[in-house]
Structure formats: C-alpha cells, structure tokens
C-alpha cells in the first residue's frame, strides 16, 4: 500500500499563489508515476498535472503557464506551484501515484486538500 498525504491548499485571492506539497510513504517502490487531479462541486476530477518517471510532464490546458509540477517517484513527493489563480481552479485537490509491480498497475489517491479562490 502506498500512503500519500496532501498539504498546502487554503483560500487565496484571484491572481494569487498556492503551493500544494504531497509525501508518499508505506510501499512506494515502483511507482512510476505521480501528480495532481482536481475536482470542483458538480464535476467531474480531472487531471491537473503528472510528472512521469520523475522527468516528462503533463499538464491540462486550463493550467498550462500557470502551474508548474515538481518533484516525482525518486523522492515519493511532489509538488504543485499554482501561480495567477483564478476562481475557477476552485476544488479539491487530489495527490494521485501509479505503482506498477510485475505488469500490474494500481492508483493511489490522497484525502486531498481544498483551494478556494476568491474574486
């Protein structure tokens, strides 16, 4: 079992910046993936940001210059700078990792944490 705990999220202004921190711990060899997904009231979660391998990167339109993704599987941690935010990035905030052990590959999420961005 991987165990991954988020921090960082609270209520900021439109424009203003946030920085998300998640550490993985319990069984975390093999985890060749980690990152951040969202989900809004009355949405679906979505994908925020990945970091794969700990180099390549994948980012949603929506935050593309905006947020910058950190960190990856070597270290079990990532992070997530959001700059220039806007009331729609409202949501909570969900640290996710991809462990892959003998071909088979397994999701783990965190309790996620709120970021709440005011007009």
């Known amino acids: 079992q991987v165990q991954l705990v988020e921090s960082g999220g609270g209520l900021v202004q439109a424009g203003g910046s946030l920085r998300l921190s998640c550490a993985g711990s319990?069984?975390?060899?093999?985890?060749?993936?980690m990152g951040w997904y969202r989900q809004a009231p009355g949405k679906q979660r979505e994908l925020v940001a990945a970091i794969i391998n700990g180099g390549s990167t994948n980012y949603a339109d929506s935050v593309k210059g905006r947020f910058t993704i950190s960190g990856g599987n070597a270290k079990n941690t990532v992070y997530l700078q959001m700059n220039s935010l806007k009331p729609e990035d409202t949501a909570v905030y969900y640290c996710?990792?991809?462990?892959?052990?003998?071909?088979?590959?397994?999701?783990?999420w965190g309790k996620g944490t709120l970021v709440t961005v005011s007009s």
């Open positions: 319990g069984s975390t060899f093999g985890i060749s993936e």
């Open positions: 996710h990792a991809k462990r892959t052990v003998v071909g088979i590959s397994m999701d783990y």
